[in-house]
């Protein structure tokens, strides 16, 4: 895997694969897919079941297949952990973590989450849950928790149109931590009500990141502040070029 890996990033990486987060779908990645694909690259959006972490992952590894050369795999909150999982993938050369989770081996989120409590951890009945056990955020909350930078219609649609994620996605422990084998950079959202900024920071020192911060952004931060998501990305892309 790793001399796989090693002679794949001698190369330009020109695909970058998107994954999202729980509760949205690939739809929220449009401003930055907007902005990579005019820079000339080649850009996918995972589109995850959240039927189970597992499912996630095959959704993942199912996209980063059809990559016809080196890639950087892009995770938003709870996809940040499929990317972690997903990451060993051998056409995957780095990874970009966004407002988002980066488990080790053995670790969950939840837990992870629940040890440096968000603004949504301390929020009683702001995560609803069916008879099934399929959760989501409460519409009434999504706003003002998720959202809070984006237009008011904007965040509200986004409240109308979840996904809703299996309960047992949050609490499966993973199996591989690809940071521990790619290089990796991160994104911090300075206001992030959903992912405690400090449980990112503290991600990102753990995987050596390169780490930026983009103070006062929510957890939609890759649609608030598109243009300083990409330019991470793009950064990142680019270290792979000799």
């Known amino acids: 895997m790793a001399s796989t890996t090693a002679s794949a990033s001698t190369e330009a990486v ?55 050369g080196p890639t950087l795999l892009v995770g938003h909150s709870y996809g940040g952990s499929i990317i972690t999982e997903a990451g060993v993938h051998p056409k995957v050369v780095g990874l970009v973590y966004v407002a988002a989770h980066a488990p080790d081996v053995g670790e969950d ?23 099934d056990g399929y959760t989501y955020l409460n519409p009434s909350e999504f706003p003002k928790l998720f959202a809070p930078d984006l237009p008011h219609d904007q965040a509200v649609f986004a409240s109308r149109s979840q996904v ?18 790619r290089p ?24 050596k990141s390169v780490t930026t911060e983009i103070p006062g952004a929510s957890h939609s931060v890759y649609e608030s502040h598109p243009e300083e998501v990409a330019k991470v990305i793009t950064e990142a892309a680019q270290t792979f070029v000799d």
């Open 184 to 207: 990796s950079w991160g994104v911090v959202a300075g206001n992030d009500q959903i992912i405690n900024p400090d449980l990112e920071r503290w991600y990102y020192a753990r995987a």
């Open 14 to 68: 020109k695909n970058i694969v998107l994954v999202h987060g729980a509760w949205v779908d690939g739809s929220g990645w449009k401003p930055v897919y907007e902005i990579l694909s005019k820079e000339g690259y080649n850009v996918t959006m995972v589109q995850e079941p959240e039927t189970s972490f597992e499912d996630d992952v095959a959704a993942t590894r199912r996209i980063l297949d059809l990559q016809d």
């Open 164 to 181: 809703l994620a299996k309960s047992s996605v949050f609490s499966t422990p993973l199996t591989a931590a690809a940071w521990k084998t």
């Open 109 to 131: 989120e939840g837990a992870l989450g629940k040890k440096t409590p968000s603004v949504l951890g301390k929020t009683p009945g702001a995560i609803k849950q069916t008879p």
